[in-house]
């Protein structure tokens, strides 16, 4: 059942129970208005509507009445209950309600009186209720639209535009835009599908995507959480098991809801790297986010730290509820033993945010791919690895000879222009290793960069070579932090690559 439906069933249900206060969360006024006129109609009863443009509306009456109040809807009510039983007054703009005031404290005495004249009163608003309010009643919340709505609101659209311009759009295109587009009200998906329709004279299966990116216009900006712009040359090296693996959940991301029910399963969560440095584990969030075709964005947990009380928390709650609004994506945590590391025993706004995080990535039913990677494995909280955060741990290590041979023929034709005969890249890799891919970028980039100021260099292999020797790799760098990488990735996660590393 739809959203929609679900929550016009249960306001339906208190309405003839007479309840009476009922809150109906939504942003989407419009929506509730449709649902209230529907319920008057089926249920024939009137409803009393309330909003300061139109004032009060009777839905659900013979004949189509207004009725000026002044501004002042509560004075309405009174008079109604007074004078006769079974009424019902919507309100749908109302402010004050949230704390303790003289306005909520009259409001609280309206519902005291529907309670004794068995009516309801019924207030549509996003914002929080005064407690004192909330237990004289019940909240039922209409969410966005579910993706059976989304994919029910574009073939609408569809049909009403079809025979004017050029629709390319396939029943498949639709239910995978029905996923990419979850979050958008009803008025932003008729909002981006006209733009869309407009823009390009038609919907073209090369402007689907378009439809994801306006997301960022739509949710306004969350510091914590940065949109990260994709490239369109992401091209990584090795990494096959790992590849593999994504292969296979990216069919299980974008399954339809009603299928993973079927089977009791969710979407993938996401998946931890841990490795060794400068191997390719930040370059993945990369990778996944163009291949998904979804959006990137990159979450600053340390920036979310404030100094005054539940100021962090409340941060933590805004950038997760973002986070869910502009799902689906890929949410990149870079060094995430890092971004917690002020969640230890004497920091209590530290493990409160850890506990809403942890939280979250349990049980967030949104479409969120995270790729949170770490360094060092032994400062991230064991909590991190309950089953049901993760879909998979997998361990990032030196590249082998064959990625090796890849990594440098991609980078030489990228920088140099140059393509090495399979003989001179097998010499290259014999001389690299040890190296991480950043320590082979860094020496391609250096002879790139003398290629640039010096254009009749013949980019040999030698030449290439002299640039590498110039370059410390990480195992003699840094020795101790490769070895308590390799030892741990071993024994405790899954290897990115099948190939033997050297």
Not at 50 to 55: E, F, H
Not at 100 to 110: G, I, Q, V
Not at 268 to 280: D, F, R, T, W
Not at 437 to 451: G, M
């Amino acid at each position: 059942m739809s959203n929609y439906a679900d929550a016009k069933k249960e306001i339906g249900t208190l309405i003839k129970a007479r309840m009476p206060f009922i809150v109906i969360q939504s942003s989407e006024r419009e929506k509730v208005e449709k649902m209230l006129s529907e319920l008057a109609k089926e249920n024939a009863c009137v409803i009393d509507y309330y909003t300061a443009a139109k004032q009060l509306v009777s839905l659900g009456s013979a004949r189509s009445t207004t009725t000026d109040v002044g501004g002042d809807p509560l004075r309405y009510g009174f008079g109604q209950f007074k004078r006769a039983k079974n009424n019902i007054l919507a309100i749908g703009d109302i402010n004050y309600i949230d704390s303790d005031n003289a306005y909520s404290r009259e409001f609280l005495n309206l519902l005291y009186l529907a309670r004794e004249s068995s009516s309801s009163v019924i207030v549509v608003t996003a914002d929080s209720i005064w407690q004192r309010l909330s237990v004289l009643g019940m909240i039922v919340k209409l969410d966005f639209p579910n993706q059976e709505e989304i994919a029910a609101i574009i073939r609408k659209f569809i049909a009403e535009y079809n025979h004017r311009f050029t629709i390319e759009w396939t029943d498949a295109d639709i239910e995978h835009l029905s996923i990419l587009l979850k979050g958008f009200s009803e008025v932003q998906l008729e909002n981006v599908l006209s733009e869309e329709l407009i823009d390009h004279n038609g919907l073209f299966k090369d402007n689907i995507n378009n439809m994801v990116k306006r997301k960022d216009k739509l949710f306004g900006v969350n510091n914590a959480v940065q949109p990260i712009k994709v490239q369109g040359n992401i091209n990584v090296a090795g990494m096959d098991a790992l590849k593999d693996w994504l292969k296979e959940k990216k069919d299980l991301f974008f399954s339809g809801e009603k299928l993973l029910e079927q089977y009791d399963l969710k979407a993938p969560k996401g998946i931890l790297l841990v490795g060794v440095p400068g191997c390719g584990k930040s370059f993945c969030a990369k990778m996944i986010a163009k291949e998904w075709g979804v959006p990137l964005y990159k979450f600053d947990i340390g920036s979310l730290f404030d100094k005054w009380m539940g100021e962090s928390e409340r941060k933590m709650r805004d950038s997760l509820r973002f986070i869910d609004n502009v799902s689906p994506c890929i949410l990149w945590i870079d060094e995430i033993e890092k971004e917690l590391s002020t969640s230890d025993s004497s920091n209590d706004t530290g493990n409160r945010m850890l506990g809403q995080f942890l939280f979250w990535l349990q049980e967030s039913c949104s479409r969120v791919f995270l790729v949170a990677t770490a360094n060092n494995i032994n400062k991230l909280p064991a909590e991190l690895f309950r089953k049901g955060r993760f879909s998979e741990i997998f361990f990032v290590g030196l590249p082998g000879k064959t990625e090796r041979e890849e990594v440098i023929s991609i980078y030489s034709e990228r920088a140099l222009h140059k393509h090495f005969a399979p003989d001179e890249l097998s010499r290259l890799a014999d001389i690299t290793k040890g190296y991480s891919y950043s320590d082979i970028e860094t020496a391609i980039k250096d002879a790139a960069q003398e290629l640039l100021l010096h254009p009749d260099t013949e980019m040999t292999v030698e030449r290439v070579s002299q640039k590498i020797a110039k370059i410390v790799p990480i195992t003699k760098n840094s020795p101790e932090i490769v070895k308590r990488c390799l030892e741990w990735g071993k024994e405790k996660a899954i290897n990115v690559s099948s190939k033997e590393a050297d």
